[in-house]
């Protein structure tokens, strides 16, 4: 046996107490839903793990009437303090859990666990902590004096970081004082729903955290429910189209995040081996499921070579394969769908002309298992260097001035994210002032922290999570 | 100083920047290598830190940590009897487990080179090619004016022509840091030729040339990579860390810098060159990690004791005692295994 091969090194499941069914968390508690109930699977086995609720629009109704209740009677009464002090108990929780809610993760989304330990949970409690600890300071958020909450938030969000995502929109709604309706996606319903278990834990009051499950029907009659009053969503392009469409002259409030296409940029004058070991966590990081995944490498034609010889010796170093082993690098593909999908952007890619490379893989017998894959003589006019594919794929394209990689990195309908690569730190200023992308990385990629906001252009969507402008999308007087 | 010195010709400095060899040649060369982020280089070494290594492959880990350790003593209270107790420690670590692999070299101050060579007897390798499991223990023996490296050049290199006279197989030399600082890389270069000159043996071998770059004092990650580069391009067979005298010692992301410049090396050339960190390291848990990262980086056929050492002391023990707990599924103690 090779050192190489490690030996299996499995995180225990033990502690992880599922139920085989879960129904809706409506009003402080787990009920019934009258749409059909269906099972989430776990994407690297294609195991059932549990069976869950979907909620109809009779459902929807229920769960915002609760929503709406506690929020009149119960917590716009609390005081900011009180509010935080829910929050930060919450926090705590998730902490407590960490382990528990990390291994779930994995389960029911693919990813490994060592993301779902590393990065997943622990910001998700950094989320709460830091909304919690705005809870009684709002009248200083900058938004004016006695910012109002806006009350019940219907809240849709996706696959690919189930509880992170549950934390960006969750905690600064409830800090804001709103009550919240949450959607979690249908392929990773597990965590959202054990963290309703922690909203019991925690004893907040009923009804200010529901969460509904289904698919996307039931998402639709969230969002077009006629007593929510601020929609706040996070997906795709596509799916947020429909809702700004039906959300249009409602006067209810709109936060959208959605897709991305990033440039990650790398110069003649980088640190080598970090900007590898860079362009390798913003695209194979969570599968290159990450909606500001550094999917397009823009790489300056001098070292063009040289980067992609690098990457493609760095690439034969991930294990991909069990997400629960703690050596795995790169997990199971979320959805058939999903991997569908990448599959056939992929074939295009090679039908356009651009060259293939993925690296040897063995891939377990059953799940959703797509190789880590570059392609190389990329055209800026390829579909994969244009769509996002939501996906381990990166396209490489160069660039041979600054004028051009700026050019080419916002020559896309998308704007989240952009990354650049320099040891000159004035390069790297005068550029990430050009590019057109709510968030740049300088150095580095795929860092998050809940005291920054996030955010994007164009067809990205509008709103900012994180930080202050964060509290601005759930408060009166806020922009946004 | 702005007269370019033409600096000692070395096989490996010739073939990279051709006939030039000069200052100005070599300062433009390193200055020219790619900057290193520091976050991102922490972050990477602390990612190859999570991998979790169990099982069979830590049993290997284990032994090959022993096979790859330079047992050392460098006090000045180092007496004979000091090292043979220390070479005792060499040839069976784990009295408790005659299955357990010796070292692969002992390290100690050039003064105590006889006394090394004479306990290891025929366990000395003297000179030969050494495999793990083949029983062979190399003696290393720091020399330039150790830890410091302030002495004449003329000093140096007695110091070195001493030690490899008295049978040390393997030199390790520290850099002069001083002219490093102050850029004066000609002068680190000509002495580490020079050294190298000074570790042929009378039959025309070499001792095998460990380059102390001593990163505690280079300070910068900048520094440390165009250190590395140099040690090599005058002819190092190995580049180390540290002396164990200055802290920091060897770290896990100064570690991975060095064996990324030996990759990047090999890329070049097709040449290994070996890195040993030294000082530091004292748990398993540690080294299994600097295991990771050398077969991750470079790959495994770097874990061989030509390619890769420990500089340790305390380590060995720490690993005795976890091969213990594998072999009987419990821990036992620091009073089971033996202080040298």
């Known amino acids: ?480 | 100083m702005t007269i370019d010195n033409a600096v000692s010709p070395a096989q490996r400095a010739l073939a990279v920047l051709g006939d030039d060899v000069t200052e100005s040649a070599l300062k433009r060369y390193l200055e020219g290598l790619p900057g290193v982020d520091a976050t991102g280089l922490e972050q990477r070494a602390a990612a190859l830190g999570t991998r979790s290594i169990k099982a069979a492959s830590k049993a290997w880990a284990l032994d090959r940590i022993i096979e790859l350790i330079d047992l050392t003593t460098l006090e000045g209270a180092d007496t004979p009897g000091k090292v043979r107790s220390l070479v005792a420690k060499a040839l069976v670590p784990d009295a408790t487990d005659g299955s357990t692999p010796r070292v692969a070299a002992v390290c100690v101050y050039g003064d105590m080179v006889p006394f090394a060579v004479e306990a290891l007897g025929a366990a000395h390798a003297a000179g030969r090619a050494t495999e793990p499991g083949d029983g062979l223990v190399n003696v290393a023996a720091v020399a330039t004016a150790f830890p410091s490296g302030r002495a004449s050049l003329a000093v140096k290199l007695a110091d070195t022509a001493d030690a490899v006279a008295a049978g040390a197989d393997e030199i390790d030399m520290v850099i002069d840091r001083g002219a490093f600082l102050a850029g004066r890389y000609g002068t680190v270069f000509d002495e580490i030729v020079a050294v190298k000159e000074a570790c042929r043996r009378a039959d025309g071998s070499y001792a095998h040339l460990k380059v102390i770059l001593e990163t505690g004092e280079l300070n910068t990650y900048d520094n440390v990579r165009r250190a590395s580069w140099l040690s090599i391009l005058a002819g190092g067979d190995f580049i180390k860390t540290s002396t164990g005298k200055v802290s920091p010692a060897a770290t896990l992301p100064v570690t991975l810098l060095m064996l990324e410049v030996v990759r990047d090396w090999h890329r070049l050339t097709g040449e290994r060159i070996g890195v040993k960190p030294a000082g530091g390291i004292r748990s398993s848990k540690d080294a299994i990690k600097y295991l990771v990262t050398v077969a991750e980086t470079v790959g495994e056929e770097w874990l061989q004791p030509h390619l890769f050492r420990f500089g340790a002391s305390s380590l060995l023990n720490d690993v005795l005692l976890q091969r213990q707990k594998l072999r009987s599924g419990h821990y036992s103690g620091a009073d089971y295994v033996t202080i040298d």
């Not at chain 1, 002309?353 to 570059?374: H, K």
């Open chain 1, 1 to 480: 046996m090779s050192f190489l091969d490690y030996a299996p090194a499995p995180e225990s499941t033990a502690l992880l107490n599922l139920r085989p069914e879960y129904g809706l968390f409506i009003d402080g508690e787990f009920t019934d839903g009258h749409g059909e109930s269906f099972a989430t699977i776990s994407p690297a086995t294609e195991k059932p793990i549990a069976r869950v609720a979907s909620a109809d629009a009779s459902d929807i109704d229920r769960a915002v009437a609760a929503a709406r209740k506690a929020y009149e009677k119960r917590w716009s009464t609390l005081s900011g303090r009180d509010r935080g002090k829910y929050l930060f108990r919450i926090a705590r929780l998730v902490q407590e859990r960490a382990r528990e809610l990390a291994v779930a993760e994995s389960l029911d989304n693919g990813k490994p666990i060592k993301e779902s330990r590393d990065v997943d949970v622990p910001l998700v409690a950094a989320w709460f902590f830091y909304y919690a600890g705005w809870a009684d300071k709002l009248d200083h958020a900058g938004l004016g004096a006695n910012p109002r909450a806006l009350g019940v938030a219907g809240q849709v969000i996706p696959w690919n970081f189930p509880l992170l995502m549950l934390a960006w929109k969750i905690a600064p709604a409830l800090a804001a004082g709103n009550t919240v309706v949450l959607k979690p996606a249908e392929t990773t319903p597990l965590t959202a729903l054990l963290f309703a278990e922690i909203v019991q834990q925690a004893g907040l009051p009923a009804g200010v955290v529901n969460i509904v499950t289904g698919a996307g029907e039931t998402g639709r009659a969230l969002v077009n429910h006629t007593d929510v009053n601020k929609v706040a969503f996070t997906g795709s392009t596509a799916v947020g189209r429909e809702i700004a469409r039906a959300v249009a002259g409602t006067g209810k409030r709109l936060t959208l995040e959605l897709g991305g296409k990033a440039a990650n940029i790398v110069f003649d004058d980088a640190p080598i081996d970090q900007a590898i070991e860079g362009i390798v966590n913003g695209i194979f990081f969570n599968q290159g499921h990450v909606c500001c995944a550094g999917s397009r490498l823009l790489v300056q034609e001098s070292i063009h070579d040289e980067v992609v010889d690098r990457l493609k010796a760095r690439l034969s170093t991930l294990r991909v394969g069990d997400p629960l082993d703690k050596n795995t690098d790169v997990g199971a593909i979320n959805s058939a769908e999903q991997l569908e999908r990448i599959r056939t952007l992929s074939e295009i890619g090679e039908a356009e002309g651009a060259e293939r490379w993925s690296p040897a893989c063995e891939f377990p017998e059953n799940g959703f298992w797509f190789a880590p894959t570059i392609f190389t003589n990329v055209a800026t006019s390829h579909r994969i260097a244009r769509e996002e594919i939501f996906g381990p794929v990166l396209s490489v394209l160069t660039f041979r001035t600054p004028a051009e990689a700026i050019a080419k990195a916002n020559n896309t309908p998308y704007g989240l994210s952009a990354g650049i690569w320099s040891e000159k730190g004035s390069r790297i200023l005068a550029v990430a002032d050009k590019l057109r992308a709510g968030v740049v990385w300088a150095n580095t990629f795929n860092r998050f922290d809940p005291a920054s906001p996030f955010g994007g252009y164009k067809e990205s969507g509008f709103g900012r999570e994180g930080g202050r402008h964060g509290l601005a999308a759930y408060l009166e007087g806020g922009v946004r």
